[in-house]
């Protein structure tokens, strides 16, 4: 029988199970739909119990479709800055996932920013104010749930260890906490000071652990025999980065997906500084590394979002368009909800610059596939300016990282190489390997290191980019500008 270890990467839109083996290899994997309401304008929302039904579902395939196993741990690695609120005795979810994708604290962070408050959250946090983080959207649950109970309040990892743990673990790893904006980074302590400014009691967090780390056994899990150990926790694109072997300062990853995560390892805590962030990357025996992060909010979800409004099939149709555009493509900005890292503007929007009646349906389609090596470059570059070591190896995951001519542009923005990776669940095999390490199946980094991977190197082109590059500046600088109107006067 193959010792394996179940990973469960819960993401945005599915959850994913994948079984790992000692050697790294993957076994099985299947995945389950999670579904997304938009209550109102900028509002995004997920149901707790159905997040934790697609994992089930997602389990249950995957050992189906597997060989024997004996299941030796399970691994979470999960989507960040997405926040729920249960009772803590009856397990009940008292209120909705609150995406990371979600505005609805716009208006409170707002009043917290003009308040002067920003300078000091982000020196304790190394995250800027603003509605992807989960401080204000914690307050915005708590408002709305019954008083006198014994609430439970956190990310993703905390939800999904209740629920593996049949309730009686309440814990979440250090990478996830370091993203809710009520984590002191240095001291690695729910922060009494950032918990009041946001109106948040400590009493209901998480317990913060070691991303690899003992997080309790399973109990009552349909289809998992009890007492398997849950043995990491780790955000998902903290786990892609530890899944790549990403361990010297300097090596970092793109990770494409709804939005895009840049990161890059540090080797130690630094303030950020130019609408980047910094962040605990994993935590292992009590020790964290650090690493510097750009958050895009939009980035390939605008591919299918184009290829239905040009009537084109598919998204492999939008981009075999593109790659015949002639010169002159228009600017587009997928501001669609606010622009993330580094720009930090929530109210831009989304927009097509530059049209005239000679633009042509590829030169849209061109526009649109290369704001996503735009978004990536404007992050790298910021990173680049305050890196106190030289960027090295860049990887790059997610389903779009596929597409040669998609991560070409990237290269040849960059003026870097990037690495394509052959594995497509990059974040459950880094989760796995943490748990790997809490197990004692990977004796330390190096073991880990050196664990196969199939990789392809894209060195970048001679094409110009300098024009392309203002037309993307100018789009940018024209989608903050604030709109307005002398209609009616």
């Known amino acids: 029988m193959i010792t394996a270890i179940l990973a469960i990467d819960q993401g945005t839109t599915n959850s994913k199970a994948v079984l790992v083996s000692a050697d790294g290899e993957i076994l099985a994997r299947s995945s389950s739909p999670v579904g997304i309401s938009h209550p109102k304008p900028g509002w995004v929302e997920q149901d707790p119990k159905r997040v934790w039904q697609s994992v ?25 800055e997405s926040v729920t609120i249960w009772d803590g005795e009856t397990g009940e ?8 994708q979600c505005r609805r604290s716009a208006p ?9 408050h920003s300078g000091r959250v982000e020196a304790l946090t190394g995250l800027p104010i603003d509605p992807m983080f989960p401080g204000p959207k914690m307050k915005w649950l708590l408002d709305r749930a019954p008083s006198g109970r014994p609430l439970r309040l956190g ?3 905390s939800w999904l260890i209740h629920c593996f743990t049949g309730g009686k673990v309440h814990a979440c790893d250090a990478s996830n906490a ?13 922060s009494d000071e950032l918990c009041d400014l946001f109106g948040v009691s400590k009493a209901f967090l998480p317990e913060v652990r070691d991303s690899a780390s003992h997080f309790g056994e399973t109990l009552g899990v349909p289809g998992l025999a009890d007492g398997v150990p849950i043995a990491a926790a780790i955000g998902d694109s903290h786990a892609a980065l530890f899944g790549h072997g990403a361990f010297a300062p300097g090596d970092g990853k793109v990770t494409f997906g709804t939005g895009s995560s840049i990161m890059t390892t540090l080797p130690y805590f630094i303030a950020p500084q130019n609408g980047i962030t910094t962040t605990i990357a994993w935590s292992l025996a009590g020790k964290p590394t650090y690493a510097f992060e750009g958050n895009i909010l ?11 409004i040009l009537g084109l099939p598919d998204v492999q149709a939008l981009i075999d368009l593109a790659e015949t555009a002639e010169p002159q493509v228009p600017g587009f900005v997928p501001a669609f909800v606010g622009l993330g890292a580094p720009h930090w503007q929530a109210d831009a929007r989304a927009l097509f610059s530059g049209i005239t009646f000679n633009t042509t349906r590829a030169q849209m389609a061109r526009a649109v596939t290369d704001s996503i090596a735009f978004q990536v470059h404007d992050v790298f570059r910021a990173m680049a300016s305050q890196s106190p070591t030289p960027l090295g190896r860049l990887f790059v995951d997610g389903g779009p990282s596929k597409n040669a001519f998609l991560m070409q542009c990237v290269a040849d923005m960059l003026a870097h190489p990037v690495i394509q990776c052959d594995a497509a669940e990059a974040s459950a095999l880094g989760a796995a390997y943490l748990a790997g390490l809490t197990l004692g199946l990977w004796p330390d980094l190096e073991a880990i290191r050196a ?18 590059l203002a037309t993307w500046q100018d789009a940018i600088f024209r989608s903050t500008v604030p709109v307005t109107s002398s209609m009616g006067e």
């Open 56 to 80: 089930l579902e997602a389990i249950g395939s995957c050992l189906a479709a597997a060989p024997k196993v004996a299941i030796a741990g399970i691994a979470i690695s999960d989507q960040r």
């Open 93 to 100: 979810p008292l209120g909705p996932v609150v995406s990371w």
């Open 108 to 116: 409170v962070c707002a009043e917290l920013n003009a308040a002067g």
């Open 155 to 157: 990310t993703i990892d």
């Open 178 to 190: 370091a993203r809710s904006q009520l984590l002191d980074l240095n001291g690695k302590v729910w």
């Open 298 to 308: 939009v980035s390939a979800a605008s591919l299918p979002w184009m290829a239905n």
């Open 451 to 468: 664990l196969p991977r199939k990789t392809a190197v894209l060195k970048p082109g001679s094409s110009d980019t300098a024009t392309r």
